[in-house]
């Protein structure tokens, strides 16, 4: 049986002005959902598409901690965690996933 991976993981939009940060026990199908606008409405607002950096292990709980202690830190330590992991602040979905779905590609995750 294969083990279950959580992620804590963050986003961004196309100018790297918003951060957002999360937890899932899927990160492809939930930035998928993002970049497809069906993230939520935080993620739809402000058109955060870019997975920029994420953490994954097998323990939900820490998962959770992990992703409260990087939401309580300022806005320059989570800059500086993602440059640390992705200097560039390249799309990390596309380098472990492929290209990915956006909005205009919505059908294709409701069906």
Known sequence: MKERQY?????TNARNTVLYTSVTNDLQRRVREHRA???GAF?????VHKLVYFEQGPD???AILREK????GS??????LISNMNPEWKDL?????????????REAISS
């Open 37 to 39: 606008g069906d993230g």
């Open 75 to 80: 806005r320059k330590k989570k800059i500086e």
């Open 43 to 47: 993620t739809k607002k402000y058109n």
């Open 93 to 105: 979905y596309e380098e472990y996933f492929g290209t990915g779905v956006i909005a205009s590609d």
């Open 60 to 62: 939900v709980s820490t």
């Open 7 to 11: 992620c804590v993981y963050i986003m």
């Open 69 to 72: 202690q990087i939401k309580a």
